[in-house]
């Protein structure tokens, strides 16, 4: 559900439409006032779930185990509480009937750049100490209109014009205000992510001091997990120092922080592979346009690939083999593979699109479900709490009108630890479905500032 | 697969590489569900390609194949589709400086400069669209300068641009709004610079046909020049202006531009067009609008899914085009597009129209392509199921009754 100014922007369309237009600064001008006013009445983003719910009448698509018809979902305290037929209900719950309908998991997207994020500032090919966490605005629109195509979680990384760009940001998608509201938390309280990394043209751009040649970009990467080597090797107190890079890649040198290599040609994928075997990272190969091509490379070495398929081939060198049925090579050779946004090449709320297309290319209809859902659920080492509908994992799921792999399904209701994130029947939400006036603008970035006067003004009182 | 193929594949294999003048073969196809785009879709029909025209469309029990006629089949069959406005051909698709020939940068107002000078057939995009149904484009200059150039209408087939060519000078393409702007500080850099260049190009050509009118030689080398010939063809309704206007006040002043110079205008882009609904119908103008996918940043960051719907519901006639993209991927693909906006409001059938016979009559070669009427080209593309379901491959193309493609795809 949109902050409660957010209304306003879709209240100007229909007020709006066909008559005399409004500029922006008149736009917000009414805005503000109504903006105000709604605040007051509007319920604490972080609403926790207070009782139980019962979905029920709906096909349930749990993904790891057969579809269920005319079943119920039963949550509670944002978790997944059971999942099947004649299920008992708590008398307390709230039932809602959604018969007719399609639940499935949330889509978790591998590979995004929702929120503004930023990562490495250009002046160093290598900036591992860079964290994408300092950078996102999590009241971007872009994070609601991923909530409205169904994402639920999202790996929201650095670009790729750098050999190593910084630390990416693990997502959950709730109604968040702060970067911390919308983390994901390991046992320690520690916000995860993982390092990304990327090697063919991109990162031989404009960077300073950045490769000019292949064979330079795997030779200054390999220097700087040699040195991280030797810094982590010393115990904590006996480092003289702390190197807030050397620390990050300490992490990824143990295993505990996924490396996300952006990486596209044939080769590249395997210069990949070869670093990874010299210094034993966890990795996870990101886009992999070729992949195909090294699909049984990829299956022999049991590495996973978050993929992306585009409508054309082309437009930059590295992608002009690409092709609707790589995602179908990689699955037939095994290979654990997701399908992600990288939003926004593809927009986010294109992603159930994603596997469609890649059943185009030869992909199974359950490889494709499975691509969006526990695919990248298990790339990503958070199988145990989300990817699936199973008790005991988070409440993250959508309600579809339809087959998720038809075009003329729309996302409904998007559910994030069991809170209602997305409600299409709410024209609040249903902007950020579709676009259209002010669901993007600068305008909307303006309601930023808003939010803080609204909050001046409850202060105030 | 239900795409049988009757006849010998050595003929197929030669088909492919033939000018569709040259090789038009007579072909027959099939359809669980013919979409003629004349009329209500037709269970199991039948259209009968000779000579690459359209000779014969109707239900299969009363409409007869002429014996030895290569007959395809398919669940769904609708007639080639058309793409209203692209780059494709001009735009390559590796995206380096030296196949990017869609943009001049040399000067902000160009109409001279010519899409058939520029068109190169054997792109891969254009196989590409051409694999996925599209059997028609409209393409040519692109976004970047206030006046880019020119546009043509082209078939996917042929090995020059001559063999291609259905209309050598469609359209003269225009560009408002900040995409058009001149770079490091160059004119323009406003949109009211824009309008008063743009203006101002047109007054000057004014004044120099009102000169010539007088002058007993006017057509001698010494006094022509190509820049003020080609605005004075738009001034004298020879040409339609399209004029690429995103954002509302863009299109207004488009169509405030029209009036002044009385102009032929097509709208194109228009991502607020729901916005100035009662002025474009009012205009009278087509709208060529934006993919429904296009980004929705800057100026294009109020558009909508549903514009297309909204303009529809509005009696604004429209089509659908892909447009010009700058990155990955290199184009889009309007029969993908054309989907969303189907699931967004607008319904199957008036979304396969956009693509089809509106689009035809948007670039103006609804006498010859957009429909399966008899007498109209035989072009044709086949589909597994509901084309607009992405998982339903495109399986096969007729261009003038050549099958161009039978790769699923």
Known sequence: ?461 | MNFIAHSKAAFAALALAASPALFAQDVAVRADTLHTMAGDPIADGVVVIEDGVITAVGPAASTPIPNGVRVLSAPVVTPGLIDAHSTVGLAGYLNQDADQDQLERSAPIQPHLRAIDAYNPREALVEWLRGLGVTTLHTGHGPGALVSGQTIVVKTVGNTVEDALMVERAMIAANFGARAYGREGAAPGTRSKQIAMLRGALIKAQGDMASFDADEDEDSPARRDLVNETLQAVLAREVPLMITAWRERDILNALRLAEEFGIEVVIDGAAEAYLVTDQLREAGVTVILHPPRARQFGDLENASFTTAAALRDAGIPFAFQSGFEGYVPKTRVVLWEAAVAAANGLGQQDALAAITIDAARAIGVEDRVGSLEVGKHGDVALFEGDPFETTNRTLGVVIEGVVVSETPR
């Open chain 1, 1 to 461: 559900m949109p902050r409660p100014c957010n209304a306003l922007v879709s209240l100007g369309i229909r007020d709006f439409e066909g008559t005399i237009i409004l500029t922006t600064s008149n736009l917000l001008r009414a805005a503000r006032l109504a903006c105000a006013a709604m605040a007051i009445a509007a319920t604490p983003h972080l609403a926790a779930q207070d009782r139980p719910i019962a979905f029920t009448g709906a096909t349930i698509l749990p993904i790891t185990s057969e579809p269920i018809e005319d079943g119920t979902v039963l949550i509670e305290d944002g978790k997944i509480v059971a999942v099947g037929t004649d299920l008992a209900i708590p008398a307390d719950a709230e039932i809602r009937d959604v018969r007719g309908m399609v639940i499935m998991p949330g889509i978790v997207d591998t590979h995004s750049h929702i929120g503004q994020v930023q990562g490495a500032d250009r002046s160093a090919p290598i900036q591992p100490e860079v964290r994408a966490m300092d950078s996102i605005n999590p009241r971007d629109f872009s994070i609601e209109r991923a909530q409205a195509g169904g994402v639920t979680f999202a790996n929201v990384m650095p670009g790729s014009g750098h050999l190593m760009s910084g630390q990416t940001f693990y997502m959950k998608l709730r109604d968040g205000e702060t970067i911390e509201d919308i983390a994901v938390y390991d046992e320690d309280g520690n916000m995860l992510g993982g390092m990304k990394m990327a090697n063919g043209t991109n990162p031989m751009g404009s960077v300073q001091g950045a490769p000019g040649t292949r064979a330079k970009s795997a030779a200054l990467v390999r220097q700087t997990f040699i040195e991280a080597q030797e810094y982590c090797a010393k115990d904590e107190d006996e480092r003289e120092t702390r190197d807030l890079g050397k620390e990050a890649l300490c992490e990824v040198l143990a295993g505990t922080r996924l490396v996300h290599h952006h990486t596209h040609r044939a080769d590249d994928i395997m210069t990949v592979l070869r670093l990874q075997r010299e210094f034993g990272f966890r990795l996870l190969i990101q886009h992999g346009m070729e992949a195909g091509d090294v699909a049984a490379e990829l299956s022999g070495a049991g590495v996973a690939v978050s993929h992306i398929l585009v409508d054309a081939p082309g437009g930059k060198l590295e992608a002009q083999n690409s092709r609707i049925t790589s995602a179908a090579d990689l699955e037939r050779a095994g290979v654990l593979v997701s399908l992600h946004s990288d939003d926004p090449i593809v927009d986010s709320r294109m992603m159930l699109r994603q596997a469609a297309l890649a059943v185009r290319g030869g992909m199974t209809r359950e490889g494709a479900l499975r691509a969006l859902t526990i695919n990248p659920a298990l790339q990503l080492g958070l199988a145990d709490r989300i990817g699936s509908l199973e008790p005991g994992k988070d409440a993250d799921f959508i309600v579809l009108n339809g087959d998720p792999l038809s075009i003329y399904t729309l996302v409904q209701e998007t559910w994030v630890e069991g809170d209602l994130v997305f409600d299409r029947s709410d024209p609040e939400d249903a902007v950020f479905a579709t676009g259209g006036f002010g669901s993007a603008s600068d305008g909307r970035a303006a309601f930023h500032h808003l939010d803080a006067e609204v909050l001046n003004l409850e202060n105030a009182q």
